[in-house]
């Protein structure tokens, strides 16, 4: 069993931060991709930013200036730190990981965790 756990979402004022933290835990042998998506009401759900094993990143446009994913592979940890946050980035924010189980196969299985809440209001 693998498990995604998210924390750090919150309410804060236009303009402020907030830094969101995803630990995965588990039978894990490796972890090819992590990335942080985000759904809002009435919306759907989008990859807000990725992160490679290698430290390759990738970004929706909106974000891009403003949001920092990095990762802890030693904690099998990635983190979204949002800055100048704005009401449009209101939204439960999800955390999902490619990895491998197996040291024997390759094959890669996706999970998801349950997702926090950021709310971004005056």
């Known amino acids: 069993q693998v498990q995604l756990v998210e924390s750090g979402g919150g309410l804060v004022q236009p303009g402020g931060s907030l830094r969101l933290s995803c630990a995965a835990s588990g039978n894990i042998f490796s972890i090819y991709v992590m990335d942080w998506y985000r759904q809002a009401p009435g919306k759907q759900r989008e990859l807000v930013a990725g992160i490679t094993s290698g430290g390759s990143t990738n970004y929706v446009d909106s974000v891009k200036g403003r949001f920092t994913i990095s990762r802890d592979n030693t904690k099998n940890t990635v983190y979204l730190q949002m800055n100048s946050l704005k009401p449009e980035d209101t939204a439960v924010y999800y955390c999902?990981?490619?990895?491998?189980?197996?040291?024997?196969?390759?094959?890669?299985?996706?999970?998801w965790g349950q997702g926090t809440q950021v709310t971004v209001s005056s």
């Open positions: 999902h990981a490619v990895l491998r189980i197996s040291s024997v196969s390759a094959q890669p299985y996706a999970y």
